[in-house]
């Protein structure tokens, strides 16, 4: 089928059409109007309300300040129990020193038989826990007053385990083993590498 004359020039007409409705369509518009946003009210009072504001928030800095001092100072407070060492078999060696006091303070004294060094681990995101376990052979009054008076030393420590068994009936000793935990810093907990061993 061939094309008039007639067609050709429709067809022509619909191409430059379409073209112009294109151009029309996509063409970038120019900036639109610039609109202005004028604050609401008086511009006097809503400075005033800011400044009012801002005066009120600078009048709880001084109450802020003093209880972040007293939080502070608590703070230190309750580390002076922290197991001072450079080192976690530092820390360990205190706490073996720390039972020995215990023990020696006891009539007739308790004597250490064994010690076992354990691990320092973490406690919190703060702080470490060194772990010392001991054995030894006393009366059960003198066991009871070890235990009373771990609590009240001035370091940080607890018994975390503890093992009794019967001694020596006739003298009415019992072999005990315990396991003490003392507070350390963050510092000295081994950290723990990507293929799984620890890195100090």
Do not use: H
Not at 4 to 25: K, N, T
Not at 30 to 59: C, F, I, N, Q, S
Not at 97 to 118: K, M, N, Y
């Amino acid at each position: 089928m061939t094309l008039q004359s007639r067609d050709r020039r429709a067809l022509a007409l619909l191409g430059v059409a379409a073209l112009l409705a294109l151009a029309y369509r996509f063409w970038p518009a120019g900036p639109g109007p610039v609109v202005v946003v004028a604050p609401a009210g008086d511009p006097v009072a809503l400075a005033e309300k800011r400044l009012a504001k801002l005066r009120e928030t600078a009048a709880t800095v001084p109450a802020k300040e003093d209880i972040f001092k007293k939080v502070s100072a608590d703070l230190a407070a309750r580390e002076k129990g922290l197991i001072a060492a450079n080192t976690a078999a530092q820390a360990q060696a205190q706490l073996i020193q720390i039972i020995r006091r215990v023990a020696s303070s006891e009539t007739p004294p308790v004597e250490i038989r064994a010690t076992e060094l354990g691990g320092v681990r973490a406690l919190g995101d703060d702080y470490g826990e060194a772990v010392v376990s001991v054995q030894i052979d006393c009366r059960i009054d003198q066991l009871v007053n070890i235990l009373a008076a771990l609590p009240s030393q001035p370091e940080l420590v607890t018994t975390s385990d503890l093992r009794v068994l019967s001694s020596n009936a006739k003298e009415k000793t019992v072999g005990v083993r315990i396991t003490l935990s003392g507070v350390v810093p963050r510092r000295l907990v081994p950290e723990k590498s990507k293929n799984g061993g620890a890195r100090f």
